[in-house]
T-cell receptor, first 114, second 113 residues
Framework: DGGITQSPKYLFRKEGQNVTLSCEQN?????MYWYRQDPGQGLRLIYY???????QKGDIAEGYSVSREKKESFPLTVTSAQKNPTAFYLC?????????????FGPGTRLLVL | KNQVEQSPQSLIILEGKNCTLQ??????????LRWYKQDTGRGPVSLTI?????NTKSNGRYTATLDADTKQSSLHITASQLSDSASYIC????????????FGKGTTLSVSS
């Protein structure tokens, strides 16, 4: 998992509640990413950030929000607008953005709906 | 449409045996291909990365091959161990702006004693 931490490991959300997933990296990477993983499906990109104070929507950004106020941190908020939030969420980082860079993944957060 | 297809979906082998996992892609223009190993409930870990000009890349008992003409890759695991039980994900990168990574659904490998 090398230098990327995610917390909590498990998170429970009630109906209508916003929850925030934490992602921190000490690799001095510029780029950070959030993915969602569902059973039997490939990873899908939610948001990514190439630099502090800048981020772009991925393929499935609806119902999610992010911020990038510090280089080391890229928290993801799952809002009440996300109607099917139960999934395994993975944060990743790379030295620079772009397909040539290897992405390093955190250990993941499993979000469950009560 | 850029796609990555992996086969088989799942595989069970005995400890000590070899196995080969397949990855076919339709990503264009191609930049590189990676194989990741993901243990259950953990984040993926990179095993190999190959660019257009590379045909093979090894990492211990893992050997990846790439045929850029047929757009196929394979991951060969030699003398499997119980710790090889995991999901193996093929990821192809396109030469374009943004993250440009296309993930396969993975092959779940179970190694039994």
């Amino acid at each position: 998992d090398g230098g990327i931490t995610q917390s909590p490991k498990y998170l429970f959300r009630k109906e209508g509640q916003n929850v925030t997933l934490s992602c921190e990296q000490n690799l001095n990477h510029d780029a950070m990413y959030w993915y969602r993983q569902d059973p039997g499906q490939g990873l899908r990109l939610i948001y990514y950030s190439q630099i502090v104070n800048d981020f772009q929507k991925g393929d499935i950004a609806e119902g999610y929000s992010v911020s990038r106020e510090k280089k080391e941190s890229f928290p993801l908020t799952v809002t009440s607008a996300q109607k099917n939030p139960t999934a395994f969420y993975l944060c990743a980082s790379s030295k620079l953005a772009g397909g040539k860079e290897t992405q390093y993944f955190g250990p993941g957060t499993r979000l469950l709906v009560l | 449409k850029n796609q990555v297809e992996q086969s088989p979906q799942s595989l069970i082998i005995l400890e000590g045996k070899n196995c080969t996992l397949q990855c076919n892609y339709t990503v264009s223009p191609f930049s590189n291909l990676r194989w990741y190993k993901q243990d259950t409930g953990r984040g993926p870990v990179s095993l190999t990365i190959m660019t257009f000009s590379e045909n093979t890349k090894s990492n211990g008992r893992y050997t990846a091959t790439l045929d850029a003409d047929t757009k196929q890759s394979s991951l060969h695991i030699t003398a499997s161990q119980l710790s090889d039980s995991a999901s193996y994900i093929c990821v192809v990168s396109a030469q374009q702006a943004g993250t440009a990574l296309i993930f396969g659904k993975g092959t779940t490998l179970s190694v039994s004693s």
